[in-house]
């Protein structure tokens, strides 16, 4: 009998949960994903929780508790995505990209991020993190002499040398928690207040004495529409052309879909001269990585069965690491590997060091992976080139914020001969 009730109440209990949807109410899919959900919760009684939390729209209910699968996922009809933002993208934020722009409020007992047998669904104990603004570069116009006593080192690294060599700890990244930046890093600014209030223009006056702000520009960085540019690479040799990712979240894998936007794949390339080693290797490369751009910062996580390699000079300098670092990803672990808001505090401060100091924080906009082959000092490779399979990353946004603060600077005082 309390079977033959469940078959009455469930579409009713379904068609009322679709009706506070925010996404498409006519999507099939979004239906069928309600449908798995309601079926869970009925098996452990959180249904009632479930339409409590939805109606009410209060992050003072409880918990809404299903099983974690064991790659963290949640299939509905062939496709597969993570819980919470599955849910939190139905009922409350239909832009939702991804999982790097969710936070768990503090009483949450069973956030994503807690790795627990449990996760929490209840869209109402997340909040969406928001892109916090860049301030715009106060570029001075003098002479990289006039600025001599200023005492901020500017960033250099020398990408030649051997590489030290680091690990992925999950320490290193907890996207559910505040941070903060590093002690090499002044403390950002307020990111709500305008990028023309009054404070800032203070703050900038400040850069140096000798500064005079009615010769200064302020250059202000602006989102293009292909957020990166990745190039492959096999061994010294770059195959194909560039692909440019104009999607949040990528997928970088060794399989052959020709025409998916969000999706760079390898096994696609063709070399008429490539190497035995090289032909091992792309085989192993599998699901490759997933790349996410949010709220300006790069995420990368490893989804093949093998760990992959980055090279990333701005999460280096987060990490207390050498710039030229080589960190391993293991499977199913993410590593933040780019910050716009650290790469903008850096780029501040080199302004008032000349033209080559901020020419320098180019290194830090390209970002260097090699997939299933490492490379450092504690491999036999210890260059990139020598690896088989890898990628070179460009981060189209700041290089373009670097050119612009260049193109307002005066160029270098360093005499140019056939030495220099």
Known sequence: MSRFMDMITMPSVVKELLGWIKADKEDKWSEKAIKSLVKKL?????????????????????????????????????????????YCRLWRWPDLQSCYELRAIETCEYAFTLKKDEVCVNPYHYQRVETPALRPVLVPKVTPAAMQDNTVAPFSVNLDVVPNNETYTPDLDRFHAEDSPPPSYPASQDSSSSYMDHSFI????????????????????????????????ELNTRIGEYWNAFQPTLIIDGFTDPSNSERFCLGLLSNVNRDPTVEMTRREIGKGVRLCYVHGEVFAECCSKHAVFVQSPNSNRRYGWHP??????????????????????????????????????????????SFVKGWGAQYKRQTVTSTPCWIEIRLNGPLHWLDKVLSQMDSPDRPISSQS
């Not at 000798?210 to 957020?227: F, G, H, K, S």
Request: net charge neutral; hydrophobic share 35%; with cysteine.
């Open 324 to 369: 030229a670092a080589v960190c391993k990803i293991p499977p199913g672990s993410s590593l933040r590997i780019f910050n716009s808001q650290e790469f903008a505090n850096l780029l501040s401060q080199s302004v008032t060091q000349g033209y080559e100091a901020v020419y320098h924080l180019s290194h830090m906009c390209i970002i260097r992976m």
């Open 202 to 233: 203070d703050d900038c006056s400040e850069l140096s004495a000798d500064l005079a702000l009615t010769d200064a520009q302020l250059v202000t960085y602006t989102e293009p529409e292909n957020w990166c540019s990745i190039a492959y690479y």
């Open 42 to 86: 009925k098996r452990n009684g959180g249904l009632n929780e479930l339409l409590n939390a939805i109606s009410t729209q209060s992050s003072a209910t409880k918990c809404i508790r299903i099983r974690r699968s064991l790659d963290g996922r949640l299939q509905v009809c062939q496709k597969k995505g993570l819980p919470h933002v599955i």
